[in-house]
Protein backbone atom coordinates (compact mmCIF):
# COMPACT_ATOMS: atom_id res chain seq x y z
CA UNK A 1 0.00 0.00 0.00
CA UNK A 2 1.00 3.59 -0.52
CA UNK A 3 2.11 5.95 2.04
CA UNK A 4 1.35 9.01 2.80
CA UNK A 5 3.09 11.71 0.41
CA UNK A 6 5.85 13.34 1.45
CA UNK A 7 5.22 17.34 2.36
CA UNK A 8 7.07 19.26 -0.76
CA UNK A 9 9.80 20.87 -0.41
CA UNK A 10 10.29 22.35 -3.80
CA UNK A 11 13.72 24.20 -4.66
CA UNK A 12 12.98 26.14 -7.95
CA UNK A 13 16.43 27.94 -9.62
CA UNK A 14 17.18 30.02 -12.68
CA UNK A 15 18.09 33.32 -14.30
CA UNK A 16 16.62 36.44 -13.97
CA UNK A 17 13.74 36.96 -16.79
CA UNK A 18 13.17 32.80 -16.99
CA UNK A 19 9.82 33.01 -14.78
CA UNK A 20 10.93 31.27 -11.77
CA UNK A 21 9.34 33.71 -9.73
CA UNK A 22 5.78 33.43 -10.98
CA UNK A 23 6.42 29.62 -12.22
CA UNK A 24 7.17 28.91 -8.00
CA UNK A 25 3.94 30.98 -7.44
CA UNK A 26 1.87 29.16 -9.69
CA UNK A 27 3.34 25.48 -8.10
CA UNK A 28 2.98 26.76 -4.56
CA UNK A 29 -0.72 27.49 -4.69
CA UNK A 30 -1.38 24.02 -6.79
CA UNK A 31 0.77 22.49 -3.75
CA UNK A 32 -1.18 24.42 -0.97
CA UNK A 33 2.40 24.97 0.12
CA UNK A 34 3.95 27.98 1.17
CA UNK A 35 5.81 30.50 -1.28
CA UNK A 36 9.22 31.31 -0.07
CA UNK A 37 10.68 33.89 -2.40
CA UNK A 38 14.36 35.04 -0.79
CA UNK A 39 14.60 38.29 -2.53
CA UNK A 40 11.45 39.49 -0.64
CA UNK A 41 12.63 38.79 3.01
CA UNK A 42 16.58 39.77 2.27
CA UNK A 43 14.51 42.99 1.99
CA UNK A 44 12.37 44.51 5.17
CA UNK A 45 8.90 43.60 3.88
CA UNK A 46 7.32 41.89 6.68
CA UNK A 47 4.74 44.83 6.87
CA UNK A 48 3.33 46.23 3.64
CA UNK A 49 1.08 49.20 4.65
CA UNK A 50 -2.13 49.31 2.55
CA UNK A 51 -2.61 51.51 -0.40
CA UNK A 52 -4.18 55.15 -0.32
CA UNK A 53 -7.69 55.72 -1.75
CA UNK A 54 -5.29 57.05 -4.85
CA UNK A 55 -3.49 54.61 -5.61
CA UNK A 56 -6.31 51.89 -5.34
CA UNK A 57 -7.40 54.17 -8.22
CA UNK A 58 -4.39 53.74 -10.12
CA UNK A 59 -4.68 49.77 -9.54
CA UNK A 60 -7.70 49.77 -11.21
CA UNK A 61 -6.30 51.41 -14.05
CA UNK A 62 -3.74 49.02 -14.46
CA UNK A 63 -6.23 45.93 -13.94
CA UNK A 64 -6.70 45.55 -17.64
CA UNK A 65 -2.74 44.25 -17.80
CA UNK A 66 -2.97 41.99 -14.73
CA UNK A 67 -2.75 38.86 -15.06
CA UNK A 68 -4.84 36.37 -12.71
CA UNK A 69 -1.17 34.90 -11.62
CA UNK A 70 0.13 38.17 -11.04
CA UNK A 71 -2.86 38.75 -8.65
CA UNK A 72 -2.18 35.26 -6.80
CA UNK A 73 1.23 36.19 -6.74
CA UNK A 74 0.60 39.66 -4.75
CA UNK A 75 -2.08 38.17 -2.53
CA UNK A 76 0.49 35.06 -1.35
CA UNK A 77 3.82 37.71 -1.02
CA UNK A 78 1.73 40.06 1.45
CA UNK A 79 0.48 37.06 3.71
CA UNK A 80 3.56 34.73 3.30
CA UNK A 81 6.56 37.14 3.51
CA UNK A 82 5.05 38.36 6.64
CA UNK A 83 7.10 36.84 9.98
CA UNK A 84 6.05 38.65 13.24
CA UNK A 85 8.60 38.21 15.25
CA UNK A 86 9.94 39.94 18.01
CA UNK A 87 13.46 38.26 17.78
CA UNK A 88 14.00 38.32 14.02
CA UNK A 89 17.34 39.29 14.26
CA UNK A 90 18.24 37.24 17.00
CA UNK A 91 17.43 34.01 15.10
CA UNK A 92 18.38 35.07 11.50
CA UNK A 93 22.02 35.76 13.02
CA UNK A 94 22.05 32.50 14.59
CA UNK A 95 20.55 30.16 11.90
CA UNK A 96 23.12 28.94 9.69
CA UNK A 97 21.12 29.79 6.30
CA UNK A 98 20.31 33.28 7.93
CA UNK A 99 16.78 34.91 7.16
CA UNK A 100 15.70 31.85 4.57
CA UNK A 101 16.23 29.68 7.22
CA UNK A 102 14.24 31.15 9.72
CA UNK A 103 11.30 31.46 7.38
CA UNK A 104 11.62 28.44 6.24
CA UNK A 105 11.63 26.90 10.20
CA UNK A 106 7.81 28.49 10.81
CA UNK A 107 4.93 26.50 11.57
CA UNK A 108 3.15 27.36 8.20
CA UNK A 109 6.22 26.10 5.94
CA UNK A 110 6.76 22.80 8.37
CA UNK A 111 3.16 21.72 8.07
CA UNK A 112 2.61 22.63 4.50
CA UNK A 113 5.93 22.28 3.03
CA UNK A 114 7.47 24.93 0.83
CA UNK A 115 8.29 26.59 -2.78
CA UNK A 116 11.64 27.89 -3.03
CA UNK A 117 12.80 30.61 -5.25
CA UNK A 118 15.96 32.69 -5.92
CA UNK A 119 17.95 31.03 -2.79
CA UNK A 120 20.56 29.32 -3.27
CA UNK A 121 22.53 31.53 -5.09
CA UNK A 122 26.15 30.33 -4.10
CA UNK A 123 27.16 26.54 -3.30
CA UNK A 124 27.96 26.77 0.22
CA UNK A 125 24.38 28.21 0.82
CA UNK A 126 23.19 25.04 -1.24
CA UNK A 127 25.20 22.59 1.11
CA UNK A 128 23.80 24.20 3.87
CA UNK A 129 20.18 23.52 2.80
CA UNK A 130 21.35 19.94 1.96
CA UNK A 131 22.75 19.25 5.01
CA UNK A 132 20.26 20.57 7.65
CA UNK A 133 17.52 17.19 7.91
CA UNK A 134 14.64 19.05 8.44
CA UNK A 135 14.67 20.99 5.53
CA UNK A 136 16.71 19.20 2.94
CA UNK A 137 14.37 19.79 -0.76
CA UNK A 138 12.79 16.95 -2.04
CA UNK A 139 12.32 18.54 -5.96
CA UNK A 140 15.05 20.81 -7.29
CA UNK A 141 14.20 22.15 -10.62
CA UNK A 142 16.16 24.21 -12.67
CA UNK A 143 14.45 26.57 -15.01
CA UNK A 144 16.91 26.85 -18.64
CA UNK A 145 16.55 29.52 -20.87
CA UNK A 146 18.83 31.39 -23.31
CA UNK A 147 20.31 34.56 -22.55
CA UNK A 148 18.76 36.04 -25.44
CA UNK A 149 15.61 35.06 -24.65
CA UNK A 150 15.93 36.55 -20.85
CA UNK A 151 17.08 39.60 -22.33
CA UNK A 152 14.13 39.72 -24.23
CA UNK A 153 11.58 39.32 -21.76
CA UNK A 154 12.94 41.53 -19.80
CA UNK A 155 13.39 44.74 -21.80
CA UNK A 156 9.98 45.67 -22.09
CA UNK A 157 9.07 45.40 -18.29
CA UNK A 158 8.67 48.58 -16.82
CA UNK A 159 7.17 50.36 -12.83
CA UNK A 160 4.42 52.88 -12.34
CA UNK A 161 6.54 54.66 -9.42
CA UNK A 162 2.90 55.94 -8.54
CA UNK A 163 1.00 52.36 -7.63
CA UNK A 164 4.07 50.08 -7.52
CA UNK A 165 2.49 48.18 -10.42
CA UNK A 166 4.65 46.21 -13.01
CA UNK A 167 4.04 46.46 -16.12
CA UNK A 168 4.88 43.98 -19.19
CA UNK A 169 3.15 45.79 -22.06
CA UNK A 170 2.10 49.64 -22.98
CA UNK A 171 -0.78 50.58 -20.80
CA UNK A 172 -3.71 52.40 -22.55
CA UNK A 173 -3.83 55.53 -20.52
CA UNK A 174 -1.46 58.12 -21.42
CA UNK A 175 -0.75 59.89 -18.01
CA UNK A 176 0.52 56.13 -16.73
CA UNK A 177 2.59 55.36 -19.73
CA UNK A 178 4.79 58.71 -19.77
CA UNK A 179 5.38 57.95 -16.22
CA UNK A 180 6.78 54.31 -16.37
CA UNK A 181 10.51 53.86 -15.48
CA UNK A 182 12.59 51.06 -16.44
CA UNK A 183 14.67 49.20 -13.38
CA UNK A 184 18.52 49.15 -13.89
CA UNK A 185 18.24 45.59 -13.37
CA UNK A 186 16.05 44.87 -16.34
CA UNK A 187 18.59 46.48 -18.73
CA UNK A 188 19.91 44.25 -21.18
CA UNK A 189 23.77 44.45 -19.89
CA UNK A 190 22.44 43.84 -16.31
CA UNK A 191 20.62 41.42 -17.14
CA UNK A 192 23.43 39.52 -19.20
CA UNK A 193 25.65 40.54 -16.58
CA UNK A 194 22.98 38.53 -13.76
CA UNK A 195 23.07 35.61 -16.17
CA UNK A 196 26.86 34.97 -16.66
CA UNK A 197 26.69 35.16 -12.63
CA UNK A 198 24.11 32.57 -12.25
CA UNK A 199 25.63 30.48 -15.27
CA UNK A 200 28.82 30.47 -13.21
CA UNK A 201 27.35 29.39 -9.95
CA UNK A 202 24.69 26.90 -11.04
CA UNK A 203 27.25 23.29 -11.45
CA UNK A 204 28.71 23.92 -7.99
CA UNK A 205 25.18 24.56 -6.20
CA UNK A 206 23.60 21.49 -8.19
CA UNK A 207 26.74 19.42 -7.28
CA UNK A 208 25.88 20.52 -3.60
CA UNK A 209 22.31 18.97 -3.86
CA UNK A 210 23.77 16.06 -5.20
CA UNK A 211 22.46 16.13 -8.33
CA UNK A 212 20.42 12.81 -8.07
CA UNK A 213 16.95 11.85 -9.26
CA UNK A 214 15.44 14.87 -6.86
CA UNK A 215 16.92 17.08 -9.88
CA UNK A 216 15.93 18.15 -13.08
CA UNK A 217 16.04 20.82 -16.01
CA UNK A 218 13.21 22.15 -17.51
CA UNK A 219 13.59 23.88 -20.52
CA UNK A 220 11.65 27.36 -20.33
CA UNK A 221 12.25 29.01 -24.08
CA UNK A 222 9.07 27.64 -24.65
CA UNK A 223 5.12 28.96 -23.57
CA UNK A 224 4.59 29.59 -19.75
CA UNK A 225 1.61 27.11 -19.34
CA UNK A 226 3.71 23.90 -21.47
CA UNK A 227 6.67 24.84 -18.89
CA UNK A 228 4.36 24.89 -15.98
CA UNK A 229 2.86 21.52 -16.65
CA UNK A 230 6.71 19.93 -17.30
CA UNK A 231 7.52 21.67 -13.40
CA UNK A 232 4.36 20.67 -12.05
CA UNK A 233 4.43 17.10 -13.32
CA UNK A 234 7.52 16.30 -12.15
CA UNK A 235 7.07 17.42 -8.34
CA UNK A 236 4.12 15.69 -8.39
CA UNK A 237 5.56 12.16 -9.60
CA UNK A 238 6.56 10.20 -7.27
CA UNK A 239 10.84 9.54 -7.04
CA UNK A 240 11.97 5.82 -8.01
CA UNK A 241 12.79 4.20 -5.43
CA UNK A 242 16.77 3.89 -4.60
CA UNK A 243 18.42 0.86 -4.05
Known amino acids: SRGPRP???????????VGAAEHATRL???????????????????DIPEQDKAK????????EKTSPLSTARGKLKKSQTRM??????????ADPLGIVGVRLRQQDCQTQGYVLVNFPSTAHEALGLQQDV??????IVTLHATEDVCVNRLR???TDPVTGL?????????????????APQNAPAAVRAAYDQYAAQLPDILQAFGDDCRCIEIS????PLMVFKDLADFVERPLPLQK
Open 56 to 63: EKEKKVAK
Open 220 to 223: ADGP
Open 156 to 158: NIQ
Open 84 to 93: DLPNQEALKE
Open 166 to 182: VWSSVPRNEEVRKRLIQ
Open 28 to 46: ALRLGAVLVDASDLTVTRF
Open 134 to 139: KLCPNR
Open 7 to 17: LPRVVVLGPRG
